[in-house]
């Protein structure tokens, strides 16, 4: 923020008289006082040059000048505590109040009422428009912003990448340093902690400026831009130039809508490096473009397929999905490390598809499934397989096969991470059914039949069918599960067949058995919502 001693002036006249000012503009990042008499530096972090230095004004005593006068500071406020002989040379301006009676406490205050004055800025947004009318680029644009209002601006993109900002070179060799890494992305472990701190998803699913400090413990102001409401980004005021006040929300609204008009005109800017390829399969899944328009594009950009392919469909929680806390461009990339040959695509605000190429010899050693699952298991994150498929325009269904996996693997087997559609197949085709139909109409008459009669006579007829159906005949094995002789599940099976006039040898009678026993199991137990939900936004 640009002051000028005369301000200052205007500003401590109520405190004392005034001896020395100058009309000399300097920046200052002055963010609140200490609060504490012994501590000169008006500032709420120690001193250091490289981060307060000539952006900051330093308040003392008269007497205690000299020994500070090697700092490097945009002004000098000074209580005359003695008498002078002559007014000291310094390099900056100088402002003395001869009140002694004033204390350091008093000066703070008076400054912090003159800082958070509320500003307006109706110059800035008439300057803004103007740039945006005459094609300025957003870089640009935002540098002149900060010019006005004192303080850095970001726009992130959905990847967490920087698509622009107007830190000074200082700011990224100090504060900010190590937080954008060298393809302009917020690092990693600030994105973690972004996201185990819920305030990525609050922000992300607000239509409101939102306050935040984390990742990095700096103060900010974010809004979401949501041209047309498709979610593209995150963009920042940063509290590294002055404290943030009231007013600063509503010109960073302002100038998010100059943001959203500007990406209105240029719509590749938004796009992550080499993104033809994840737009393409976000299309696919969403199915927003045409076969053939696909395929002309496919062939266009020489994309090469395998011809055996499974979808891994990589997610977070339920509830991390639905609040967008999970940063999914630090997914896939970590990701990279355990599964090399593996492309990933981020499928909008949902998770991360993996196209597995099923054509090698050995897709998924025993070595890459126990690292992946360790992966999952310490990030709260669920994974499942499609079947295979051979074209990669089938993608939808096969990625919505993966979906349903998880969902119903997260409510049948809560403790494992890693499901296959295989084995959930026919819960699904079960669920499918019972949409359009009566379950108990569809399932073999000797089921009920036995149920009934167990509970008639307390005998166990239907949990001996149903594990000798499971053990596909084998007596033995089913009378190690159910823990009794051998010709006791002899007998039993002897019973059933004649109470219900049937034959377990029978395959349609056994594979109809079989159906009607997972029906059953489908009917009894709490079902969790596998019907097709697509929570997919498309990006750029």
Do not use: W
């Not at 040379?89 to 009676?101: T, Y």
Request: aromatic content about 10%.
């Amino acid at each position: 923020m640009q002051f000028t001693t005369q301000k200052l002036l205007h500003g401590l006249s109520e405190l004392s008289p005034i001896l020395v000012g100058s009309p000399t503009k300097f920046y200052f990042s002055c963010l609140q006082s200490s609060g504490m008499e012994s501590e000169p530096i008006f500032s709420n972090r120690p001193y250091d040059p490289a981060r307060n230095g000539k952006y900051s004004v330093f308040i003392t005593y008269i007497s205690q000048l000299q020994e500070h006068l090697n700092k490097s500071v945009s002004c000098f406020i000074c209580i005359k505590d003695v008498e002078i002989a002559a007014i000291p040379v310094v390099q900056v301006p100088l402002i003395i109040l001869q009140d002694s009676s004033v204390t350091l406490n008093q000066v703070s205050a008076a400054m912090m009422d003159m800082i958070l004055e509320t500003q307006h800025y109706d110059e800035l947004k008439d300057v803004l428009l103007d740039m945006l009318s005459k094609g300025f680029d957003i870089k640009t644009m935002l540098k002149t912003a900060t010019k006005y209002l004192g303080n850095p601006l970001s726009f992130l993109n959905s990847s967490f990448r920087y698509i622009a900002h107007s830190f000074s070179d200082e700011l990224l060799r100090t504060t900010l340093e190590g937080e954008i890494d060298e393809e302009g992305y917020v690092c990693g472990k600030m994105l973690m902690t972004l996201r185990n701190s819920g305030d990525l998803g609050r922000i992300q699913s607000s239509d409101k400026v939102e306050f935040t400090a984390v990742p990095n413990g700096i103060n900010k102001i974010t809004i979401a831009l949501r041209p047309n409401g498709l979610y593209i980004g995150l963009f920042s005021m940063y509290d590294l130039g002055r404290p943030l006040q009231d007013s600063d929300a509503d010109i960073l609204e302002y100038i998010s809508k100059i943001v959203c008009a500007y990406i209105a005109k240029n719509p590749y800017l938004t796009n992550s490096i080499g993104d033809a390829y994840e737009s393409l399969i976000n299309d696919l899944v969403c199915n927003i473009s045409q076969s053939p328009n696909i395929a002309a594009s496919i062939d266009i950009l020489g994309m090469k397929f395998s011809s055996h392919m499974a979808v891994l469909l990589v997610m977070p929680s339920i509830n991390e999905t639905a609040t967008r806390n999970a940063p999914l461009r630090l997914i896939r990339q970590q990701l990279d490390s355990i599964l090399p040959f593996d492309r990933k695509v981020v499928l909008g605000a949902e998770g991360i598809l993996v196209l597995f190429n099923m054509n090698r010899s050995e897709p998924l050693t025993v070595s890459v499934k126990g690292k992946l699952l360790k992966y999952l298991q310490a990030n709260s994150l669920y994974a499942a397989f499609s079947n295979v498929f051979y074209s990669i325009f089938d993608i939808k269904s096969y990625c919505e096969q993966a979906r349903i996996s998880i969902r119903l693997g997260m409510h049948y087997e809560p403790d494992e991470r890693l499901y296959y559609y295989e084995n959930y197949a026919v819960r699904h085709i079960i669920s499918i059914c019972s949409e359009h139909s009566d379950l108990l109409k569809l399932c073999h008459p000797a089921v009920g039949v036995i149920r009934d009669y167990d509970a008639k006579y307390g005998t166990s007829y239907y949990i001996t069918l149903k594990t000798y159906i499971e053990c596909n005949h084998n007596i033995s094995e089913c009378a190690g599960n159910l823990g009794i002789h051998y010709n006791t599940v002899r007998y039993r099976v002897k019973m059933i067949q004649s109470l219900c006039n049937i034959e377990l040898n029978n395959i349609e009678t056994f594979f109809h058995l079989q159906l009607s026993i997972k029906m059953y199991d489908y009917i009894e137990i709490p079902k969790p919502i596998v019907s097709p939900i697509i929570l997919l936004e498309k990006h750029g």
